[in-house]
């Protein structure tokens, strides 16, 4: 499913309360959902978002080439925790 609406650079962390909320009713309905945020997101918000995400345990999060690609510490601590835990890359 689209993890979000667009989402600026930095935004308030309250509005990647909605795709939590949207993976939690999924998951109380007995089903799995993988989240894609293709363009949707930046590095800043798709990392706070991937951690929000963590207890719920998606069954993938995806993400463009330009967010798992790492250039800085920051960046490869979330290729990391993608590689290690829930995300793909196409």
């Given at each position: 499913?689209?993890?979000?609406?667009?989402?600026?650079?930095?935004?308030?962390?309250?509005?990647?309360?909605?795709?939590?909320?949207?993976?939690?009713?999924?998951?109380n309905?007995?089903?799995?959902?993988?989240?894609?945020?293709?363009?949707?997101?930046?590095?800043?918000?798709?990392?706070?978002?991937?951690?929000?995400?963590?207890?719920?345990?998606?069954?993938?999060?995806?993400?463009?080439?330009?967010?798992?690609?790492?250039?800085?510490?920051?960046?490869?601590?979330?290729?990391?925790?993608?590689?290690?835990?829930?995300?793909k890359?196409?």
């Open positions: 499913m689209n993890a979000t609406e667009d989402i600026g650079w930095l935004d308030d962390a309250a509005v990647l309360d909605a795709t939590v909320e949207r993976l939690k009713i999924v998951k309905l007995g089903l799995n959902a993988g989240l894609d945020f293709h363009g949707r997101l930046h590095r800043p918000m798709a990392k706070q978002l991937a951690k929000a995400l963590e207890p719920y345990r998606p069954l993938f999060i995806e993400v463009s080439q330009d967010l798992y690609a790492y250039r800085s510490r920051e960046n490869t601590d979330f290729a990391i925790t993608c590689r290690s835990q829930f995300c890359t196409s």
